[in-house]
């Protein structure tokens, strides 16, 4: 999951966004030399390894540097303002975009550094205060800038078609572009001042659910598999959901929904003030409905959205065959909703340490060549990567970063498979950054987030083919195929559910129904029944699960993790079957960054997810998964 902090006048809308987007989190435990062997206990930060540790020094050398780049954007907030009035002039409009992207920068080097710092312990009050002095001073800026693209819409087409055709606003015609999309829902210079200003409170239902999801809320101890009582994290949950103990798992699931549960309506509350926002920006800016603001700003039809969910629709009887053949293989009467992280092969582990799996990383993604490795090579050893979990950290993982320094990336790593995988998806994101920056002018280097998640996923396609190419023993292989139809099950299955429940719950809002914790639940059990099917026994608890989903206050953001993976399977079918020129065409779409529209990139890049057809092809390779599995356990 990447969160690029791409600075546009409506940036500090946004915020909530940046600050929560982010995977669900993916762990299980295995002793490190700083840990003791037993999920007993969470490390303490001071107690992890300089090495498992990022480096953001690279981002500011200390507190005094970062408190100097803040004065320098205040000057540049005054500075900026002395350009209103003028942009009938294209030089002067040159001259303010150019200080536009150097105030852009600075406040992104300062934000990023700030949110990272309070990622790294979430409970320490001097990071919070850093946090929100970061985040206001953000929003500071898009009122200070707010003025330019109403002021630019000003003009007549005539003036803007000009503007556009001007060699000396060359490297901002794509921008110029995009004000003229976007024109019908520009407001007037006041109106758009206050929109800004509106952008503190904007921020407030995602600010809250993550100091109550991340900070507040604590779970129970629970049993594990030796009936020790050990400590319930966001970290260790899934690790409780793999165990082969069922009444581990069971326990572990009511546990995590009861906490929920009784949080409920304060969580409701949370989410439902999410999608007024929503509402009220999508209304303001004069948009038929929040979804369509949404996508607007990737450019992307309303019909990709709905053909994602149509399409899966169609395929849901594959995940109904899974969850049929997981339920045979398990061995039980009732497959329940704890039960679909169980291993389905007896006596098998994969452990993994994180040493381990950056050679495997490195080793899988091969077929991409030296200059991709080499700069992957160098994430791993540059200070790039958070690796281990500790008191306070934020659950999940992310990579993030500034125009200029190298990216970095948050993980809660755990020896294990899906950790591994963890590594390589974030590692994706990064280099997509790393090469973007490297090609693309600051404001064009910012791709959107449906870009973003092919780059990830891509790696795990080849991490995956790679080593299913290596292995010979049929558990072994087993143990592959299941994870791999795991990140099916997940990352498209599941994230479309996501989606849909998102679409549902908006078109509710916007038809004047209360979202109420009794109907967010309502719907969420239904769209479970409805995805999982008839084998699948579907626990009430399930019903809370929305409550712990943080993607949902990044409105309509899950839908690309469908998307992504269904682009990366593509090229990853590409690569592998044509070599070096569809590598070639594949590093032209990282080192594109922003500077064309999201579905023309994929387009030139050879993968057009205006049809549904990337979709099928996926829904193929999941269908020749389950086929191989149920030869394997005929």
């Keep these: 999951?990447?969160?690029?902090?791409?600075?546009?006048?409506?940036?500090?809308?946004?915020?909530?966004?940046?600050?929560?987007?982010?995977?669900?989190?993916?762990?299980?435990?295995?002793?490190?030399?700083?840990?003791?062997?037993?999920?007993?206990?969470?490390?303490?930060?001071?107690?992890?390894?300089?090495?498992?540790?990022?480096?953001?020094?690279?981002?500011?050398?200390?507190?005094?540097?970062?408190?100097?780049?803040?004065?320098?954007?205040?000057?540049?907030?005054?500075?900026?303002r002395a350009f209103e009035g003028k942009l009938g002039d294209p030089a002067m409009a040159r001259q303010c975009f150019e200080l536009e992207d150097r105030l852009g920068l600075h406040a992104e080097r300062l934000y990023v550094y700030a949110q990272m710092r309070h990622h790294e312990d979430m409970r320490d009050p001097a990071n919070m205060a850093l946090s929100d002095k970061a985040r206001k001073l953000y929003v500071q800026v898009g009122e200070a800038t707010s003025f330019i693209t109403p002021e630019i819409l000003s003009l007549t087409e005539e003036q803007l078609k000009a503007y556009i055709d001007d060699p000396q606003l060359a490297p901002y015609r794509f921008t110029l572009r995009e004000m003229l999309r976007e024109k019908p829902h520009v407001l007037s210079k006041a109106e758009e001042a206050l929109m800004a200003q509106v952008g503190n409170l904007s921020q407030a239902p995602g600010t809250i659910y993550g100091m109550i999801n991340n900070a507040d809320m604590k779970f129970p101890k629970v049993k594990n598999e030796k009936g020790e009582e050990v400590e319930l994290t966001h970290g260790s949950y899934i690790q409780f959901l793999e165990s082969r103990n069922r009444d581990v798992r069971r326990e572990a699931f009511k546990a995590m929904y009861d906490t929920y549960a009784k949080q409920k309506n304060t969580l409701a509350a949370t989410l439902s003030a999410n999608v007024t926002k929503n509402l009220f920006y999508a209304r303001a800016r004069k948009y038929p409905s929040a979804l369509e603001m949404a996508l607007s700003g990737d450019n992307i039809p309303v019909s990709v959205y709905n053909n994602?969910?149509?399409?899966?629709?169609?395929?849901?009887?594959?995940?109904?065959?899974?969850?049929?053949?997981?339920?045979?293989?398990?061995?039980?009467?009732?497959?329940?909703?704890?039960?679909?992280f169980a291993p389905l092969v007896d006596d098998y582990d994969m452990p993994i340490t994180y040493e381990e799996a950056k050679e495997i990383v490195y080793d899988g993604l091969s077929p991409l060549g030296d200059d991709y490795r080499n700069v992957l090579k160098e994430g791993f050893d540059g200070g790039w990567i958070d690796v281990y979990e500790n008191e306070g950290k934020r659950s999940g993982a992310y990579s993030w970063g500034a125009y200029g320094t190298h990216p970095y990336v948050l993980l809660n790593h755990k020896d294990n498979l899906n950790s591994m995988?963890?590594?390589?998806?974030?590692?994706?994101?990064?280099?997509?950054?790393?090469?973007?920056?490297?090609?693309?002018?600051?404001?064009?280097?910012?791709?959107?987030?449906?870009?973003?998640?092919?780059?990830?996923?891509?790696?795990?396609?080849?991490?995956?083919?790679?080593?299913?190419?290596?292995?010979?023993?049929?558990?072994?292989?087993?143990?592959?195929?299941?994870?791999?139809?795991?990140?099916?099950?997940?990352?498209?299955?599941?994230q479309t559910m996501f989606a849909e429940f998102e679409k549902i719950i908006h078109e509710k809002a916007e038809a004047g129904e209360a979202l109420t914790p009794q109907l967010l639940s309502e719907i969420y059990y239904g769209l479970n029944v409805k995805y999982h099917g008839e084998a699948m026994t579907v626990d009430k608890d399930i019903e809370m699960e929305w409550a712990r989903i943080?993607?949902?206050?990044?409105?309509?953001?899950?839908?690309?993790?469908?998307?992504?993976?269904?682009?990366?399977?593509?090229?990853a079918k590409q690569i592998l079957e044509e070599g070096q020129p569809a590598v070639e065409r594949y590093l032209g779409f990282l080192k594109s960054g922003g500077s064309d529209y999201s579905i023309n990139i994929l387009k030139q890049a050879g993968v057009d997810m205006s049809?549904?057809?990337?979709?099928?092809q996926a829904m193929d390779v999941f269908r020749d998964l389950l086929d191989q599995m149920e030869q394997l356990s005929s």
């Design 1 to 80: 999951m990447p969160m690029r902090t791409a600075w546009t006048a409506a940036a500090a809308a946004a915020l909530a966004f940046m600050l929560l987007a982010g995977v669900l989190p993916v762990a299980s435990f295995a002793a490190n030399d700083w840990r003791r062997d037993s999920m007993s206990q969470v490390a303490q930060r001071k107690d992890i390894s300089p090495e498992y540790k990022w480096r953001l020094e690279d981002l500011f050398p200390d507190q005094a540097a970062w408190d100097a780049e803040y004065e320098t954007v205040l000057k540049l907030i005054e500075d900026i």
């Design 308 to 340: 994602l969910i149509e399409t899966i629709h169609e395929h849901l009887p594959l995940l109904h065959r899974y969850m049929a053949l997981r339920k045979k293989l398990l061995g039980v009467d009732e497959l329940h909703m704890y039960d679909l």
């Design 421 to 494: 995988f963890t590594l390589a998806h974030e590692m994706g994101h990064a280099i997509h950054s790393w090469y973007s920056d490297k090609n693309q002018s600051y404001r064009d280097a910012q791709y959107t987030i449906f870009l973003a998640e092919v780059a990830s996923t891509l790696n795990e396609a080849l991490l995956m083919d790679a080593m299913l190419r290596k292995i010979d023993d049929p558990k072994g292989k087993m143990y592959l195929l299941t994870y791999y139809a795991d990140q099916f099950r997940t990352t498209v299955f599941r």
């Design 550 to 571: 943080p993607h949902f206050y990044s409105s309509f953001y899950v839908y690309k993790y469908a998307t992504g993976f269904s682009a990366a399977a593509s090229f």
């Design 611 to 616: 049809q549904p057809e990337p979709i099928r």
